[in-house]
């Protein structure tokens, strides 16, 4: 199993920036992914950007040129960052992070990201 903690998170001014990360510990030997989703109220969760263990990235198009995911490790934990720039009144959503391997497929509690003025 993995287990994850995330930070970052909070309100910002729309065209602010912002930087989440997330912390995977335990069996990260086998983790094949790791990423960022977010949900708003009402909305279904959707992918914001991820990234996999040979360093390919993948971003929503709402995000692409704005947002830049990047993962860091070492023999304890995996941690995934996400970079958030000129950020827009409709990023405000519940941000969570997820890790994927084989054995499973792990979430985060969810970060609130808040833009508005």
């Known amino acids: 199993q993995v287990q994850l903690v995330e930070s970052g998170g909070g309100w910002v001014q729309p065209g602010g920036s912002l930087r989440l990360s997330c912390e995977a510990s335990?069996?990260?030997?086998?983790?094949?992914?790791m990423g960022w989703y977010r949900q708003a109220p009402g909305k279904q969760r959707e992918l914001v950007a991820a990234i996999t263990s040979d360093g390919s990235t993948n971003y929503a198009d709402s995000v692409k040129g704005r947002f830049t995911i990047s993962i860091s490790r070492d023999n304890a934990k995996n941690t995934v960052s996400l970079q958030m720039n000129y950020l827009k009144p409709e990023d405000t959503s519940v941000y969570y992070c997820?890790?994927?391997?084989?054995?499973?497929?792990?979430w985060g509690q969810g970060t609130l990201v808040t833009v508005s003025s």
């Open positions: 335990g069996s990260i030997f086998s983790i094949n992914s």
């Open positions: 997820n890790t994927r391997s084989i054995y499973f497929d792990a």
